[in-house]
């Protein structure tokens, strides 16, 4: 299964892209891909949050990724 990732603010900084694009097994849920991720960037467990959204919808833990389906990683941000 080939999914794309996009990353914007600190996430983007992490991959060292703001592009990404994985293989993963089918049946992977969110959850499976937060910990792989954290796994290859150890520096994403640092955040304080980071919210997922797949195909513009934000997701919970839970949500099965398919084939195909653009993740967004999208850190905590702050205004001044």
Same mark, same amino acid.
């Given at each position: 299964?080939?999914? !794309? $990732? *996009?990353a +914007?603010? /600190?996430?983007?900084? /992490?991959l060292?892209?703001?592009?990404l &694009? +994985? =293989?993963?097994?089918?049946?992977t !849920?969110v959850k @499976? +891909?937060?910990?792989a991720l $954290?796994q290859?960037y ?5 955040l304080a !949050? *980071?919210n /997922? ?7 919970? @833990?839970d949500f099965q *990724? &398919?084939?195909l389906? =653009?993740?967004?990683l /999208?850190p905590p941000?702050s205004g001044?």
């Amino acid at each position: 299964m080939k999914t !794309s $990732i *996009l990353a +914007f603010g /600190i996430a983007k900084d /992490i991959l060292g892209n703001n592009r990404l &694009s +994985f =293989e993963w097994d089918a049946g992977t !849920s969110v959850k @499976d +891909f937060k910990k792989a991720l $954290i796994q290859k960037y150890p520096d994403f467990e640092k955040l304080a !949050s *980071l919210n /997922i959204a797949v195909n513009t919808d934000y997701v919970d @833990d839970d949500f099965q *990724l &398919s084939n195909l389906d =653009e993740v967004v990683l /999208i850190p905590p941000v702050s205004g001044g």
